[in-house]
C-alpha cells in the first residue's frame, strides 16, 4: 500500500503499535536492552534522493530500488502474540508485509491477503513466516468483491484453525491534480478497496472472534490533513476512523478490541 507523506519513523510506529495492539503487551514485559553499543541509526538505511522509477498497477516491492525495509533482518519479537491467528489483507508489501512478518516472529500464525499480480512478494512473506516456525496461510483475491471477502475470511479460520486477530491494511489510492479527472470508477474502486472491504472482512470476522480477540484499521494522516491529489484516497481514511471508532464501542461489550 502507497501512503502519501510516510515518513519511515511513523511506518516503523505504525508496525510498532500494531503488534503491542494486537498482544495487549506493556513495555515492562519486553526484553532487556542490549548492553552492546548501538549503530548510529541515521546511518544505518538508504538515504534520498532515490531514482525515479514506476511500474504498472498494482506494482511489486521486490522491484523497487533500493528494496524497501519490512523487517526481514532486522525485527526480533519476543514471543508477544504466541498462539494468535492472524488475518493480514495488503500483506504481501508496505505496511502489511511488515505487519505480517513482525506478528510471525512474536509467536502468531498468518494468513495474508493479496492481488494474485502480487504473488511474487507474497512467496517471500510466507517463506519469512515458515522460518520462524509459524504457519502461513496465502488468500490471494480482489477484495472489492463482497462474496470473495467472506471466503477470505471462511478460508482464513479453517486453515489457521481459528482467527483472533484482523488486521486491515490493503488500499488503494490514486493522484489526481483536479477533479476533471476524477472518474466516477476510479472513486468507486478506492472506496471499495479501502472501506468497502474493510467492513465486509471485518463484519465476516467478527463472527468468528472469542473474547480478546483484536481488529486494527489501518488509516492515514490524510484522514486529518487531506493532499489536494488524493481527492479519492483522504476521504477512506476519514472513514476508517470513525467506522473503528463506532465499531469499538459496539465490541467492548463482546471484549473485543478495535
Not at 515492562?28 to 538508504?46: H, I, R
Not at 516472529?105 to 498468518?110: T, Y
Amino acid at each position: 500500500m502507497n501512503m502519501a507523506r510516510q515518513s519511515r519513523r511513523t511506518f516503523v510506529g505504525i508496525i510498532g503499535s500494531a503488534t503491542l495492539a494486537a498482544g495487549g503487551a506493556s513495555a515492562s514485559a519486553q526484553a532487556a536492552p542490549s548492553t552492546a553499543a548501538a549503530a548510529n541509526p541515521v546511518e544505518s538505511y538508504p538515504k534520498p534522493p532515490y531514482p525515479e522509477q514506476s511500474q504498472p498497477w498494482p506494482g511489486l516491492a521486490s522491484r523497487l530500488t533500493p528494496r524497501p525495509d519490512h523487517g526481514e533482518q532486522s525485527y526480533r519479537g519476543t514471543g508477544r502474540l504466541k498462539g494468535r491467528k492472524a488475518l493480514v489483507t495488503g500483506g504481501d508489501s508496505g505496511i502489511g508485509r511488515a505487519v505480517a512478518i513482525a506478528f510471525a516472529r512474536e509467536g502468531a500464525d498468518v494468513a495474508i491477503n493479496y492481488l494474485p499480480a502480487e504473488e511474487s512478494d507474497a512467496r517471500e512473506v510466507v517463506e519469512i513466516i515458515r522460518g520462524t516456525g509459524r504457519k502461513a496461510v496465502s488468500l490471494p483475491g480482489d477484495i472489492r468483491s463482497e462474496t470473495f471477502c467472506g471466503e477470505l475470511v471462511t478460508n482464513a479460520v479453517a486453515k489457521l484453525g481459528g482467527l483472533d486477530t484482523l488486521v486491515n491494511v490493503a488500499g488503494r489510492q490514486h493522484a489526481v491534480k483536479s477533479i476533471d479527472e476524477m472518474t466516477t470508477e476510479l472513486f468507486d474502486w478506492t472506496f471499495k478497496t479501502n472501506v468497502y472491504a474493510m467492513f465486509w472482512i471485518t463484519k465476516a470476522a467478527v463472527a468468528h472472534m472469542q473474547r480478546g480477540s483484536v481488529i486494527i484499521n489501518t488509516a492515514s494522516e490524510q484522514a486529518y490533513d487531506p493532499s489536494s491529489f488524493l481527492l479519492d484516497y483522504a476521504p477512506t481514511k476519514a472513514a476508517i476512523n470513525n467506522f473503528s471508532k463506532a465499531l469499538a464501542k459496539q465490541l467492548v461489550e463482546r471484549g473485543i478490541r478495535v
